[in-house]
T-cell receptor, first 111, second 118 residues
Framework: GEDVEQSLFLSVREGDSSVINCTYTDSSSTYLYWYKQEPGAGLQLLTYIFSNMDMKQDQRLTVLLNKKDKHLSLRIADTQTGDSAIYFCAEVGGSQGNLIFGKGTKLSVKP | GAVVSQHPSRVICKSGTSVKIECRSLDFQATTMFWYRQFPKQSLMLMATSNEGSKATYEQGVEKDKFLINHASLTLSTLTVTSAHPEDSSFYIC??????????????FGPGTRLLVL
């Protein structure tokens, strides 16, 4: 079945860049997503990338997609303490078109 | 745009009672709503998918008689946890998507409902 893998933790200093990596298995997924979850809150759609793109930039966020290796990454430039959260990578899969999530990467930003 | 609300945000109930959680799409018509469950420090797991006007499709291992889902309109889906037990305590999140447009696969999530069963 479909599977999405992420590293569980990432710690950076304020002002540095953060790179969160993800690998997925379903090559037919049309879109791939990054969601952000702050403590005790629901998911917020951060950004997404269409599968025929290699890169998408949106202000401080850069998404890179390597379809050959089924690897997705999210780069946050000039990371701030407000970026501390759990970041979920997701692909569309399952028989219902639901999202398949990774376990989430907890980003800690130190001042 | 694409705002999804959930109510209540937090609920504490006694074991054996039933709890209803509402999920609303505020500025779009959701043809499909999904219900997810999230245990502490874990990823979201899909419980069921509901399409407006039809019965929900449940994932394997999810009891449909325990987790009743109703998708009565294009803007409202409800999840009722019947005869709740402490092991049902979790974070329940809904999401909504709509057909048509270039982003039909995109799901927008509600803020979640934290259920604690005593």
């Amino acid at each position: 079945g479909e599977d999405v893998e992420q590293s569980l933790f990432l710690s950076v200093r304020e002002g540095d860049s953060s790179v969160i990596n993800c690998t997925y298995t379903d090559s037919s997924s049309t879109y791939l997503y990054w969601y952000k979850q702050e403590p005790g809150a629901g998911l917020q759609l951060l950004t997404y990338i269409f599968s025929n793109m290699d890169m998408k930039q949106d202000q401080r966020l850069t998404v890179l997609l390597n379809k050959k290796d089924k690897h997705l990454s999210l780069r946050i430039a000039d990371t701030q303490t407000g970026d501390s959260a759990i970041y979920f990578c997701a692909e569309v899969g399952g028989s219902q078109g639901n999202l398949i999530f990774g376990k989430g990467t907890k980003l800690s930003v130190k001042p | 745009g694409a705002v999804v609300s959930q109510h209540p945000s937090r609920v504490i109930c006694k074991s054996g009672t039933s709890v209803k959680i509402e999920c609303r799409s505020l500025d779009f018509q959701a043809t499909t709503m999904f219900w997810y469950r999230q245990f502490p420090k874990q990823s979201l797991m899909l419980m069921a998918t509901s399409n407006e006007g039809s019965k929900a499709t449940y994932e394997q291992g999810v009891e449909k008689d325990k987790f009743l889902i109703n998708h009565a309109s294009l803007t409202l889906s409800t999840l009722t946890v019947t005869s709740a037990h402490p092991e049902d305590s979790s974070f329940y999140i809904c999401s909504a998507s709509w057909r048509g447009g270039p982003f039909q696969e995109t799901q927008y999530f509600g803020p979640g409902t934290r259920l604690l069963v005593l």
